[in-house]
């Protein structure tokens, strides 16, 4: 069975900086999508990015980017110029035919 | 994309009843998923729902349990049966689309 693993609990940055969050997943699938969901305390579900694995470009969008490994099977995310809205717990996801969800990392922004 | 409509939004529960969880999508999707969150933690799927058949259950979940319809390719219900103080969760809806998932905004359910 696939897993996604996000091995921190909680990640702290400044306003205007940078954070990655990190995640990696176990899977025996050569196609398959990966994406990073922000939940914030209203619990809506936001999709931030998605990547496809066949595709070796790294997705971005805006302030958000990801270090995609297929091989070392790392899915990290990049968020710059940290802005407070930021701040919500940040779920990765793998989905082959199902969507499968990493414990989450949250995230808090300092002013 | 998409836009669900989910409700209730939050609902306080005697144990034993049962509540109905209503998730309306503005356009047509075949596949309607539904998920539990419980407090602190991430998502776990609790079913697939395809239009006309049955839902497929995930390992833990059962239908007696978690009885749910899909009368059309619009709208679905989850029912959680029979409830106690465990099912206190956030129930949230959710359909694929090209571009990733659309969720719903989410049923906190509290039993007392």
């Known amino acids: 069975a696939q897993t996604v693993t996000q091995s921190q609990p909680e990640m702290s940055v400044q306003e205007a900086e940078t954070v990655t969050l990190s995640c990696t997943y176990d899977?025996?699938?050569?196609?398959?999508?990966l994406f990073w969901y922000k939940q914030p305390p209203s619990r809506q579900m936001i999709l931030v990015i998605r990547q496809e694995a066949y595709k070796q470009q790294n997705a971005t969008e805006n302030r958000f980017s990801v270090n995609f490994q297929k091989a070392a099977k790392s899915f990290s995310l990049k968020i710059s110029d940290s802005q407070l809205g930021d701040a919500a717990m940040y779920f990765c996801?793998?989905?082959?035919?199902?969507?499968?969800f990493g414990a989450g990392t949250i995230l808090r922004v300092k002013s | 994309s998409a836009v669900i409509s989910q409700k209730p939004s939050r609902d306080i529960c005697q144990r034993g009843t049962s509540l109905t969880i209503q998730c309306q999508v503005d356009s047509q999707v075949t596949m309607m998923f539904w998920y539990r969150q419980q407090p602190g933690q991430s998502l776990t799927l609790i079913a697939t729902?395809?239009?006309?058949?049955?839902?497929?259950?995930e390992s833990g979940f059962v239908i007696d349990k978690f009885p749910i319809s899909r009368p059309n390719l619009t709208f679905s219900t989850l029912t959680v049966s029979n409830m106690s103080p465990e099912d206190s969760s956030i129930y949230l809806c959710?359909?694929?689309?090209?571009?990733?998932?659309?969720f719903g905004s989410g049923t906190r359910l509290t039993v007392v």
């Open positions: 729902a395809n239009q006309g058949s049955e839902a497929t259950y």
């Open positions: 959710s359909v694929g689309q090209n571009y990733g998932y659309t």
């Open positions: 899977t025996s699938e050569s196609d398959y999508y």
């Open positions: 996801a793998y989905d082959g035919n199902k969507l499968v």
